[in-house]
């Protein structure tokens, strides 16, 4: 009797599978499991900003969870028709999975500048962020659920009355989500206006809102390029001078202010800028945005930080333009991702492709001393005034290790590991500490090349340095960097920068060392590169803000 009884449960279970489900249940299913699954860092954030879980507390977090399900009940309720119910499930569900790796592993919070900077990074970059422990979690949390989806046999809502329900359940969904927010909007008000970083944690509608302000601006009408600074041409100072001028702006990668020794850091992180004569070191700047993708447009624009738009900068000259204007020879070389579209309309070349050959190469990773590779025949060969931006790689996580050479490696032990879960956070910031160490001497190295270049060749030099964003290293559990400005913490956007200038440089537009130096502890910005610049090489516009401009009450008379 055993094997009758046997085929008989094997039928039962194979009618179970076999057995086809209402469209509606399933998206109410998936909903339920987005609102779980992939949102623990965000309850936890949430029970957090309502002041901690108790029993008090209980209806207002019970109501809470059932007003998100609600809410994305509705919003999939649309897509719950035949051939694009199970396409659009698994897209949400994906989605969800991936955004939950990177929030709970890193901290970071999912918003348009996240996207854009995973849009315009480069392969290498972005392979360091993937590795097996984020495909296993997307394969479980993610994979599996979409699989269980795929296989499922649905039954869908026919005709008039199939779309009158599926109305139905949309508007009854938002009214019911309505009036429990209605009922709870006394104790989630405050949380929710003091704690805006929780509408960048809930997925998957942060990623699916980021995308969207991505792709709207990204595809957006397209502009003719506004052209400022036309009437650009080189000031009074410039006057009988016949020795060339050689301007090099350094724009660094992820440095934050705070692991600079220069800044009171206890670590020794710069022992050789430290001891460069006339270097100049302005400790309280702030940056533009907290990613490469948003900061460098920024700073090379007019525009300030409060005024900044991505798509008006995109369709805007900026400084290089203006230096164009005014009569230099502007060229880019760059070791990151690119410029952002900053550097479109003047000289560019990449010096990060290991397939050079360069001795500055190692495996995929070309070191930031390729920059100055050429630099002395670049600048002997020019006929004109040059302004040289050297774009670093610089301290870009989370494979810090893999920033520096070798020699470079004197604080650890280190994480060499794009995985911080499997290493400590000393570790993560000894490998950090390392890429700030060989910023210095990068940094160094430039400064000695000007030197050499300005004794050598007969021309005045300078060189300005500056980050375009900070980083976390674990600070309130937050690692890398992307925070929305509103509330990111002060170590992705205080930045460090500083300037150096060759004696004939300094001399030749009377600029007060003296005077700079007294301003180095002032709170400055990004804001103030674009003005300052233009400043510090007698550039006259009536784009020039002298209310920005550093040097502008630095100039002896």
């Not at 990177?102 to 999912?110: A, H, L, P, S």
């Not at 630099?375 to 790689?393: C, E, F, W």
Request: charged content about 20%; overall charge neutral.
């Amino acid at each position: 009797m055993a094997i009758p009884a046997t085929c008989s449960e094997v039928i039962q279970v194979q009618n179970v599978l076999s057995r086809r489900i209402s469209a509606n249940l399933l998206v109410f299913t998936v909903a339920l499991l987005l609102a779980t699954v992939g949102n623990f860092n965000f309850w936890s954030n949430f029970v957090h900003a309502v002041g901690g879980f108790s029993l008090a507390r209980l209806p207002v977090l019970a109501g809470s969870f059932a007003i998100v399900v609600l809410l994305f009940y509705a919003l999939l309720t649309p897509f719950s028709f035949r051939f694009v119910v199970k396409p659009a499930l698994i897209a949400f569900l994906l989605t969800a999975s991936a955004s939950a790796w990177f929030i709970n592993q890193y901290g970071v919070v999912i918003d348009k500048a996240i996207i854009q900077s995973i849009f315009e990074t480069d392969t290498r970059e972005a392979t360091e962020l993937l590795n097996w422990h984020m495909v296993l979690f997307v394969a479980v949390t993610g994979g599996l659920p979409s699989l269980l989806v795929a296989r499922a046999k649905l039954q869908y809502p026919q005709g008039v009355r199939g779309i009158a329900q599926r109305a139905g359940i949309f508007a009854g969904a938002l009214a019911l989500a309505a009036l429990l927010l209605v009922l709870l909007f006394k104790t989630l008000a405050p949380a929710v206006r003091e704690h805006r970083e929780l509408r960048y944690l809930l997925t998957p509608t942060n990623a699916v809102q980021a995308l969207n302000g991505y792709l709207r601006n990204r595809w957006s009408t397209p502009v003719p390029l506004q052209e400022i600074g036309r009437d650009a041409t080189k000031g009074s100072r410039w006057a009988g001078q016949t020795r060339r001028t050689v301007t090099v702006i350094v724009v660094g990668e992820t440095a934050r202010a705070a692991n600079f020794s220069l800044n009171g850091y206890a670590r020794e992180t710069n022992p050789r800028l430290a001891h460069e004569d006339g270097l100049i070191n302005f400790a309280k700047v702030e940056s533009c945005g907290t990613a490469t993708a948003v900061s460098v447009p920024c700073v090379f624009s007019a525009m300030t930080r409060e005024r900044y738009d991505d798509n008006k900068a995109k369709h805007q000259e900026g400084l290089l333009d203006v230096l164009k204007h005014a009569g230099f020879r502007v060229h880019w070389r760059d070791n990151n991702s690119g410029c952002k579209g900053v550097c479109d309309r003047v000289e560019f070349v990449d010096v990060s492709n290991p397939s050079t050959g360069s001795r500055n190469c190692a495996g995929d990773e070309c070191y930031d001393q390729d920059l100055l590779e050429g630099l002395p025949n670049l600048i002997r060969q020019s006929t004109k005034d040059l302004v040289i931006v050297l774009h670093q790689k610089g301290s870009h996580g989370p494979a810090y290790a893999h920033r520096y050479p070798a020699g470079f490696g004197r604080f650890g032990p280190v994480c060499n590991s794009s995985e911080f879960e499997t290493c400590t956070r000393d570790s993560i910031v000894a490998a950090y500490d390392n890429t700030i160490l060989y910023t210095d001497s990068f940094l160094a190295d430039t400064i000695d090349l000007l030197r050499k270049t300005a004794s050598e060749s007969g021309v005045d030099t300078s060189m300005l340095y500056f980050s375009d964003h900070g980083e976390s290293l674990g600070e309130g559990n937050m690692y890398l960097h992307g925070a929305p400005y509103l509330f990111a913490p002060s170590e992705q956007t205080h930045v460090p920068m500083m300037l150096w200038m060759s004696d004939g440089f300094s001399q030749r537009f009377r600029i007060d060392r003296s005077c700079l130096q007294a301003r180095a502890d002032q709170p400055l910005s990004h804001d103030n590169v674009f003005h300052s610049v233009l400043g510090m090489l007698n550039v006259e516009t009536a784009v020039l803000n002298p209310k920005l401009d550093l040097f502008h009450a630095c100039v002896r008379n």
